[in-house]
């Protein structure tokens, strides 16, 4: 029988259950068992394509091209689990299908309901994503926090497992805060509040996972127990961690997280193989040299919008055994400054990552000039390239007027554009390119050097293009152009001519780094900058 553990958050939002979820599902799959991970966005938006990553962070991109919250970009990073559009479930797309059937009458003139349509859809939903046979445990991390009012069909559907699959087969994991007050004094009542919400809705939890700023002590361990009805051995105190975020499926291994799980579901699991994911620890950990890396984007404010290029840079420098220094770099502040070195003074690599929209383009393009005739690494990725190119165009190849018609749709040298405004080809439509495709590499270039092969396969989430009228001419002025589509229709990635490192990638390989198999493109990238720090 399939196993289904559903992760509920207390208290306030923005704990780490994300991370939390896919901790457990890493120890899991540590023991040989294979998973499925799952996150419910109680959200009417469809997927998070349409939304602010100001609001929201990043929208991460799945090999089969759904759109969606940043989650699933912890569960790719901490866990094997496979993932596409199956493993992402909003409140839109429930509520979508369930009308769309409706019109279609399937529901034979019954009146459409909450309770049992809306629940019905959800529980298919996921059943679906664990729907592979070898899949032993479907871990749903439940988003926002108990007691919203958008998360209550999902609770209750979970509820509706309990009797669907058997209380065996089903666990509940509640995540919750033991916040600090005056005088350093650690307070359960939170915890206790929000467990009674949880009990109201019909949801005993099996285990806690208690979110505090220090290691909670046995003796608050016993009064949380006697308030929850939760074993005093299935309370994990997630104590704040100083050194990185995957030192967690650890810590919680140490307190029993993945025995406590097994157990209670009965299940026949080996011991678990932690060796790798420790020496990964120990290697960040023991690491004592420091590479610097300025990012220069236009969602900087908020940690979250960039979120898998942090952890792949981060995940370059476990590759290469130096910590990393994120600077963060408002393009905006580089628009308004005179003197542009002073904010690179003590970096050691650049990187102008994904974007959409005209604000900061100025200060990007102001940045990719200083690293290109500075000879500082510097990596784009999406925008980032366009921005390379922009700058390649109006200072190499004098066009001042070099644009993306993105930004400006006037231009006379539009070198960024949709495939519909280059004349030679018609009717592709404006239309998002998203999700995995392949790229040829030629030989002889550093992207080559990079990945060690021709063909490679990386997600791609973008509108516009290099324009295919600017490309020769590109090229005949030195830049190379080092990868093309299949057909040879598409510019996937530029590098500067006499430079260290200057790469610039039309794709996203953030989606696909891990700091067990750190992504090629960042190890290299943080090597260079490492060399850059030396000189
Ligand atoms: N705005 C650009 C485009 O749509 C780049 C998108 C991105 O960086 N993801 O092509």
């Known amino acids: 029988m399939k196993k289904y553990v559903f992760v509920t958050g207390g208290v306030c939002s923005s704990l780490g259950k994300g991370v939390a979820a896919a901790s457990l599902g890493n120890l899991l799959g540590s023991r040989g068992c294979r998973i ?3 996150k419910i966005d109680p959200y009417l938006n469809v997927d998070a394509g349409t939304m602010s990553p100001y609001q929201h962070g990043e929208v991460y991109v799945t ?7 940043l989650d699933l970009g912890n569960y790719a990073r901490f866990t094997n689990s496979e993932l596409s559009r199956n493993n992402s479930i909003t409140t839109g797309q429930i509520y ?4 769309k059937r409706e019109r279609e009458g399937r529901y034979l003139g019954r009146t459409v309901q909450v309770i049992p349509h809306i629940t019905d859809e959800i529980k298919r939903r996921i059943i679906l994503a664990g729907n592979d046979p070898a899949v032993k445990v479907v871990i749903i991390e439940v988003g926002g926090t108990v007691g919203d009012i958008e998360s209550i069909p999902f609770l209750e559907a979970a509820r509706q497992f309990i009797n669907d699959v058997g209380r065996e087969n089903t666990l509940f994991i509640h995540l919750t805060l033991i916040p600090e007050v005056a005088g350093k004094e650690l307070k359960t009542k939170p915890t206790q509040h929000s467990v009674k919400e949880l009990l109201e809705i019909g949801i005993q939890p099996d285990v806690l996972i208690c979110r505090s700023p220090v290691k909670i002590n046995k003796e608050m361990i016993k009064k949380i127990a006697l308030f929850t009805n939760v074993k005093e ?5 997630a104590y704040d961690v100083n050194t990185t975020i995957y ?17 209670k579901m009965k299940m026949d699991c080996r011991n678990p193989d932690l060796s790798g994911w420790k020496r990964m620890v120990e290697t960040y950990n023991n690491s004592t040299e420091t590479v610097t890396i300025g990012i220069v984007g236009k969602y900087i404010n908020l940690n979250d ?3 898998s290029v942090y952890e792949s840079i981060f995940h370059g420098g476990i590759a290469n055994k130096v910590k990393i220094k994120l600077v963060k770099i408002d393009a905006e502040d580089i628009e308004n400054s005179s003197d542009i070195s002073s904010f690179f003074k003590d970096i050691d690599g650049i990187l102008i990552p994904g974007g959409f929209g005209q604000r900061g383009i100025k200060g990007m393009i102001q940045t990719a000039s200083f690293a290109r005739t500075n000879r500082i690494p510097c990596f784009g990725i999406c925008l980032g390239m366009q921005i390379m190119v922009i700058e390649y165009a109006r200072n190499v190849l004098n066009y001042p007027d070099a644009d993306s018609t993105e930004f400006k749709p006037g231009t006379s040298a539009p070198v960024i554009s949709l495939l519909e405004e280059q004349i030679n080809v018609s009717n592709y439509g404006g239309t998002m ?3 995995k495709s392949e790229s040829v590499i030629n030989k002889g270039t550093k992207l080559y050097d990079i990945y060690k092969s021709s063909s490679i396969f990386e997600r791609h989430r973008h509108r516009y293009e290099v324009s295919n009228l600017y490309r020769d001419e590109l090229a005949e002025e030195g830049l190379i152009i080092s990868a093309l589509t299949p057909d040879k229709s598409l510019v996937e990635s530029v590098e500067w001519p006499d430079h260290p490192w200057g790469v610039g990638v039309q794709f996203h390989p953030e989606f696909q780094s891990t700091p067990i198999n750190p992504h090629p493109l960042f190890s290299s990238f ?6 850059y720090g030396k000189r």
């Open 63 to 69: 090999e089969d091209g759904a759109e969606t919250d």
């Open 233 to 237: 051995d299935s309370i994990i105190s």
């Open 433 to 435: 390119r998203l999700g």
């Open 36 to 38: 499925a991970m799952v």
């Open 305 to 307: 919008s960039y979120k």
């Open 247 to 263: 030192e967690i499926p650890l810590i919680f291994h140490s307190q029993g997280l993945d025995t406590i799980v097994i157990d």
């Open 96 to 99: 979508q299908e369930v009308i």
């Open 526 to 531: 943080i090597k260079a900058s490492k060399d």
